[in-house]
């Protein structure tokens, strides 16, 4: 048996970069902040660096407080709504931005992006097709 | 709690016309502030940048208010207020569209004090 999916869009990253890293964009009103994440289908959640929260105006402590485990620890974030960007598909969703300015990672997770998208990775290619649940 | 619903239908049967006829204006006027404050929550305007800022504030408090009682579950918001809920992203997301919210605030409830996965 053989299964047959269709995506709307495609993107090629970079083998060289750790990780599957793709350009996106967190928006909270008028401002807007470009950076590099990595998607990580282990994640329960996305969660970014402090000073991104910092630079969309947030007072990060005001968010809902999540304790955070990686397999070097665990760490406290702050949840909070915020728009994210990839190839033309937006999501209003709750990202968190961790406590310490030390977390220099940026992670696109299951609850606020892979919830919601059709995502197909062919490391092979280094080749990432892409949709929107909502439009299929 | 269709068994309390039943049970206080068949409470209610039991009173007098009057008291019903109270009893209805009672409920009407709790549904009507109801959605008084519904549509209040939601004329905040989203054309405003304060407005949305505000907007998203809200979801976040709501979330941070109903940690315990919504844990593990999908919810959909406008504002302050809880519009679906569910056990997916595509179950919310489907009773959203037939309200008509166009750009719904969906999120999954993380129970409070939990700790959760933050990738490798």
């Known amino acids: ?136 | 709690m269709s068994k309390r619903l039943d049970e206080l239908i068949e409470e209610a049967g039991k009173l007098s016309m009057v008291e019903k006829q109270v009893l209805a204006n009672h409920l009407l006027e709790e549904v009507k502030q109801v959605e008084d404050l519904f549509k209040q929550k939601n004329s905040i305007a989203i054309t405003t940048k304060e407005g949305e800022v505000q907007r998203r504030k809200q979801h976040i408090q709501w979330v941070k208010d109903h940690q315990a009682e919504y844990a593990g579950k999908y919810v959909a918001l406008n504002g302050y207020c809880l519009v679906a809920e569910g056990d997916s992203y595509p179950e919310v997301y489907e009773a959203v569209r037939k309200i008509g919210i166009e750009k719904p605030f969906i999120t999954q409830v993380f129970a409070p004090d939990s700790v959760v996965f933050g990738g490798w």
């Not at chain 1, 990780?19 to 470009?34: D, H, N, R, W, Y």
């Not at chain 1, 209003?92 to 197909?120: C, E, I, M, P």
Request: charge should be negative; aromatic fraction near 12%; charged fraction near 25%.
């Open chain 1, 1 to 136: 048996m053989s299964y047959h999916l269709s995506f709307s869009k495609t993107l090629v990253y970079d083998s060289k970069k750790k990780g599957i890293t793709v350009p996106i964009s967190l928006k909270l009103a008028e401002q807007q902040i470009f950076l590099d994440a990595k998607i990580d289908t282990g994640a329960s959640c996305c969660i970014f660096e402090r000073r991104y929260g910092e630079d969309l105006g947030i007072d990060i402590e005001s968010g809902i407080p999540q304790r955070v485990e990686t397999a070097t620890g665990i760490f406290t974030a702050y949840g909070h709504d915020v728009t994210i960007s990839m190839m033309d598909y937006e999501f209003d969703s709750t990202v968190y931005f961790a406590a310490q300015d030390t977390f220099a990672r940026n992670v696109l997770g299951r609850v606020g992006w892979l919830d919601r998208v059709k995502l197909a990775i062919i490391d092979y290619d280094c080749k990432l097709y892409l949709s929107s649940y909502n439009e299929m």
